[in-house]
């Protein structure tokens, strides 16, 4: 499978017919009714087509196919949606400003701030500074968890020896 990243984190549900609202990490991003996108449900990418989908690229309305009731939408707030890299996004040069936006890694505590998003063919990564330290992370829903925009915080899960490749 391909690196899968997540673009948007569904929100809250919307109207009764099973929408969904999107919060969007990227400013332009190439989903497409009829196209299928992933879930993450437990860790684990789960695809979903989309039935219709409205809304600016900050905040979608999303109707998922075989999802048709507020209480079926309802199992998916707070969940990530994932596309993989090659789909594109228009390019994660699209990702929206997330220079200076806190790093908090799950397993280390590790806390870093990002100085920039580097893109790379095949592989993107962010740029952290930690302790007048610079590292680099490939931005992969492996190791990006989620990405809180009200907070400017970055949630992580490192593999254990990433951060001393680095070095």
Known sequence: MRNLIPICTISKIHGFK????????FSNIDIKIGKHVFIAINNKPVPFFIEDIKGNNDELLIKFD????????????????LSDSENKLNGLGNFRKIEGYKLI??????????????????????????EKNIYFLPCVSQIILKIN????????EIPEGLISLNN
């Open 66 to 81: 075989d999802i048709n009731s507020p209480e079926e939408a309802e199992e998916l707030v707070g969940l990530n949606i």
């Open 18 to 25: 099973g929408y969904v609202k999107a919060d969007c990490d």
């Open 105 to 130: 890694d799950q397993n280390m505590q590790f806390a870093g701030v990002v100085l920039s998003l580097i893109n790379r063919p095949g592989q993107d990564l962010l740029e952290i500074e930690f």
């Open 149 to 156: 925009h009200k907070e400017k915080t970055i949630f992580t």
